[in-house]
């Protein structure tokens, strides 16, 4: 059975811009790619989305 991969559609709440298709990163946490804020994946302004293709963690320079 394939893995089910999920994208994360959100505002951000410190940069205020709309980011769609963003992927966790390995760790786990969902990270704004503009000013790398964390974002609660639970809050109202994040809407999780079921994908059909293999999603990579999202892994900033920043990070690294």
């Known amino acids: 059975m394939p893995k089910t991969n ?3 559609i959100f505002d951000c709440v ?3 811009g ?3 298709e963003q992927s966790l990163t390995k760790k786990g ?3 704004c790619p503009n000013c790398l804020g964390e974002q ?3 809050s109202d302004f994040v ?5 059909p293709y293999q999603v990579n963690p999202f ?3 920043k990070l690294r």
């Open 59 to 61: 892994e900033p320079k």
């Open 18 to 20: 709309f980011y769609g």
């Open 40 to 42: 609660w994946k639970d």
């Open 29 to 31: 946490k969902l990270l």
């Open 6 to 8: 999920y994208v994360y």
């Open 14 to 16: 410190n940069c205020y």
């Open 47 to 51: 809407e999780k989305m079921k994908v």
